[in-house]
């Protein structure tokens, strides 16, 4: 479905005051803080690092230690992911990471 005049109005807007924020000491910090947390997530989830990983448990952990988010959800779901096993693990997120 192709966007409304009106909708590309209003994202154009909400881009140009995206953009200006970004040229703020704020926006600069945020800016910093997203590529060191980029680079983390791309060290943590590369491909040599995916295929070092010897257990489900070290990926549990993996990503308890660094999603916050998911720290409830994999209390829930550790069992399940400890019983598919490391290789089908890592080959699932080298397919989904590195396509």
Partial sequence: MPLTQKQRKQIEAYTSKFK???TTEEGREDKLERDERKKKFQ???SR???ESLD???QFVQMVRDNFWCARNLLRFNEKEII???IEKI???LV???LW
Avoid: T, V
């Fill in 20 to 22: 200006d924020w970004l």
């Fill in 90 to 92: 890592k080959g699932e």
């Fill in 95 to 97: 397919e989904l990471l």
């Fill in 55 to 57: 257990s489900p448990e």
């Fill in 43 to 45: 060290n943590l989830f």
């Fill in 83 to 85: 019983n598919h096993g």
């Fill in 48 to 50: 040599k690092n995916l």
